[in-house]
Structures are given as C-alpha cells and as structure tokens.
C-alpha cells in the first residue's frame, strides 16, 4: 500500500511555530502505528510569498496539490504586509472552494485541566461539534461596489444558498450527530431577520431531518444560540450553520473552554476527490508570534483528525489521549501562558510526542 501523500503548508505567524510542533506529533503517530507518510513542504499562502511573487499562490498550485491525500495548514494573514481579504481569498478560501471541502469539523471539548470562563462548569459539561458550511453562505463572493468616490457609494455582497450545498453539509451534521451518544443536532439560524436564504435553510434541515429519524433535532437563531451557549453549554451536541454563523461559533465554543489555541479543525471533501485540509480555528495570531507562546494544541489536535479521516482512528486516539493527558495538570507537563503556563510552543509539542509513544490505548 502507498504511503498517505501530506502536503505541509505553514503559512504565517504562528503557523510557522505550530505546524513543527504538529509535524512532530504526526511522525511519533506514525511511527508508534506503523503509518507510512510521504510529506512535502510549500512556502506559497503566506504574506512573504505574496510580497516576493505578487500572488499568494502559483498559478498550478491545484495541480501541485491534487495529488495529496491532505493539506496539513498553518494560518495566514498579516494584514500590516498584505490586507487579510486578498491573503484570505487568494488562498485558503481558495484551497475550501476549489476542492470542494464543503464540511468544516470543529470540535470543542471541556477537557480536565482547562479552565473555562464559566463558573462551575465541570470537565465534560462542554463538548461540542460544530459542524460549518464551507463553501458558500455568506462567503459568495459575489457582489460589487458602485459609485466610487461619490456621495452615492456602496458595497454589497450576496448570501448563496444552493440545494446541493446545503443539504449536503446537513447530511452530515445529522450523520455526525447520529454517532454521538446524545444524538442531538442544533440548527443555527437567522430566519427571523434574513428573509430569503434563512428560511429556505430551515426549511431544508425540516427535509434533511426527516431522512435522520434517529436524531433529535431543535433550532435556535443565532443571537439567542450564543447567548444560551455561554448559559447553558451543556445543552449542546451538534451545532450545524451557515459558513458564517459556523465561523463565529467556532471561536466562541473554544473560547468557553478556555482558549482558542486547542481548538482543531477538518475541511473535509467527504467523497475524497481532492485533498482535505487540517489546521486550527485559530490564526496567525500576530500579537504574539515569533515568540514561542503560542499553544500548538489546535494544531495535533488537526493532526488527529486528520488520521481518522486518513482510516487511522488508533493514531487519532493516541493523540487526543495524549493532549488530554499532557492538559491535566497533574500530569505536571508543560503548559503554555493561554493556559496559564510558561512554557514554550516547543516544549509543549514535545511532550504530546512523548506522551503518543507512551500511550496505552487498551
Ligand atoms: P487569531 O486567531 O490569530 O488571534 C486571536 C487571539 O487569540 C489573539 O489574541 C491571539 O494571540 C490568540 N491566539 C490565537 N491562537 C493562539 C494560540 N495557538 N495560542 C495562544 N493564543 C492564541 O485571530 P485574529 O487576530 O483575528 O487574526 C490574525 C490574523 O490571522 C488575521 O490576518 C486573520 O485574517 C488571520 N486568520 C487566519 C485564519 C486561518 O488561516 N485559518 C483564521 C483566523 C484568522
Ligand atoms: C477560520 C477563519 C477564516 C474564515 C478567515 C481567516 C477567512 O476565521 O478559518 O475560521 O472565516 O473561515
Ligand atoms: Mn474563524
């Protein structure tokens, strides 16, 4: 059998300090599992490639790339060197729309040893998966500006909803939730306000929700949605939303556990046409890269989805088994400051790599 192909791509900031960090705990996997990987490295989708070529991409960057099994990705933006819709747009948004990585995964779990926000949550009271749309919503693209430089001025961008592409992602989110013990999917919407494209998106998880009887099923706009989530988080299993309602929840479930820098996620093109992307929620995190301080976390967590979507669900538990072990402070491992440590991106990806040749996964 041939090796997984792994396309790494760092991209700015603290991807260049977290990417390692997961690069490490990817090979400790694959040596302990016994997983053949062929890896590549590619400096394009970042701000210094865009100010030495002019691009954020080469021009046959789709053909560089299908090939690969999976794109392990970083973050980019650096909005002091090139503004965040060109570097954003002319890549990762870019990589989701073009190999059609239609399910975005973001899970967020209340782990021992994070300290929540929230009073008197308990480890275990928040553990979610939001489920976002990934291809379209409210990140169509089209629209326009008209009047420039006149009284008249404006901007406007179209929400796109399709048939094809909503249903799809809610088939998922209810195959998700149909996994979980809970089996409970939310809907996060806007149907009170937006008067077009909300609407039909409740009226197709109606339609998709009759096909998964074994799930239970409930909505909430998203206003309300963020409010009880701060609350009431333990209400939740599945979150599915449009790509922007998925992109704002996403930050927030982390965020209740604590802090953004666990938080992983998997742009997933189910039917495996094109490679799937993995990276954190976080991004470049410019306030505090080049310094050592960012939480790798995100990133193996990324790695871990990654080898279960690769067929490797042994690699992906050695790894969560890990970062939870590393997470509990009794472990006395190390910690980054986001948790309230002093250790260095480096030493904490150590000891995760440690902890999956340690791991006792009976
Ligand atoms: P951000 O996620 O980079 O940072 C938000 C806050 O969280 C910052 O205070 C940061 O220090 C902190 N943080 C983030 N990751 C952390 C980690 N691993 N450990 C510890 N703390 C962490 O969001 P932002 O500041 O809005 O964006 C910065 C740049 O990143 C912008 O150019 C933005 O467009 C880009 N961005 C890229 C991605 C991506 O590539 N997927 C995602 C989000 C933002
Ligand atoms: C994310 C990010 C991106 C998004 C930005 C950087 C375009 O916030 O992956 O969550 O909105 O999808
Ligand atoms: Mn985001």
Request: a negative charge; glycine letters at 8%.
């Amino acid at each position: 059998k041939r090796p997984w192909r792994i396309a790494v791509i760092p991209g700015d900031g603290i991807g260049q300090e977290v990417v390692p960090q997961g690069l490490r705990v990817i090979e400790a996997a694959a040596t302990r599992f016994d997983i053949a990987l062929q890896i590549e490295h590619f400096d394009f989708a970042s701000c210094d490639y865009y100010l030495r070529h002019g691009s954020m991409l080469p021009e046959d960057w789709k053909e560089q790339l299908d090939g690969f099994d999976a794109i392990f990705f970083g973050a980019v933006g650096w909005p002091e060197k090139v503004p965040d819709h060109i570097s954003l747009w002319g890549s990762l948004l870019q990589f989701r729309r073009e190999f059609d990585q239609y399910v975005n995964l973001r899970p967020a779990r209340l782990m021992p040893g994070l300290r929540s926000p929230l009073a008197g949550l308990q480890p275990g009271d928040i553990d979610l998966l939001i489920v976002r749309e990934n291809t379209e919503g409210e990140y169509s693209n089209a629209g326009g500006r008209l009047f420039a430089g006149t009284p008249r001025e404006m901007a406007m961008q179209e929400t796109v909803m399709t048939r094809v592409g909503v249903d799809r992602v809610l088939h998922d989110a209810f195959n998700q939730a149909a996994r979980r013990p809970r089996k409970l999917l939310t809907s996060a919407t806007k149907s009170n306000g937006i008067s077009i494209t909300m609407p039909y998106w409740d009226e197709r998880v109606r339609a998709v929700a009759a096909e998964h009887p074994q799930v239970r099923w409930n909505q909430f706009h998203i206003d309300a949605l963020c409010a009880r989530l701060v609350q009431r988080p333990q209400e939740f299993d599945v979150i599915v939303g449009s790509n922007l309602f998925g992109d704002i929840l996403s930050d927030l479930a982390p965020a209740l556990c604590g802090t953004l820098g666990i938080a992983p996620s998997a742009n997933l093109n189910p039917e495996r046409l094109h490679p799937s992307l993995f990276e954190p929620v976080h991004g470049s995190a410019p306030d505090i890269a080049g310094r050592g301080l960012a939480n790798p976390i995100g990133q193996i967590w990324s790695a871990a989805l990654m080898f279960d979507f690769l067929g490797h669900p042994k690699a992906h538990d050695a790894i969560v088994q890990a970062i939870e072990g590393v997470l509990d402070p009794r472990s006395g491992a190390p910690r980054t400051p986001d948790l309230g440590g002093s250790a260095s991106t480096q030493d904490m990806g150590r000891a995760v790599a440690q902890a999956v040749i340690a791991a006792n996964l009976d």
